[in-house]
């Protein structure tokens, strides 16, 4: 999951460069007034998102293993309590009636 972060933050990155570059050598037009800090960020943004969909897709796969493994652990381990829960009630409740 680290991994597809730090590679996602990196592609956002080099957007952020690219983006930069074009805007203040005036190839792409700058921003109104103060905003062109804001409007540099958005475009990298909006540029990094598709190319991060497209280049990261098996990343992507990989880390959403990880998520569902993790997810089906803990949804393992709570049944797991719940059961062992279950069986101290019921001792508890049939110990209860034989008093």
Do not use: H
């Not at 570059?21 to 409007?39: Q, T």
């Amino acid at each position: 999951m680290l991994r597809y972060t730090l590679m996602r933050l990196g592609i956002f990155a080099g957007c952020l460069v690219v983006v930069w570059g074009l805007v203040y050598s005036g190839i792409v037009p700058r921003g109104l007034g103060a905003s062109n800090g804001m409007w540099v960020v958005l475009l990298a943004l909006v540029i990094s998102a598709p190319i991060s969909f497209v280049v990261l897709r098996k990343e992507r796969d990989r880390a959403s293993v990880q998520i569902v493994e993790r997810v089906d652990r803990a949804k393992a381990n709570l049944e797991a309590n719940r059961s062992q829960e279950d069986g101290v009630d019921d001792a508890a409740r049939a110990q209860g009636q034989t008093s």
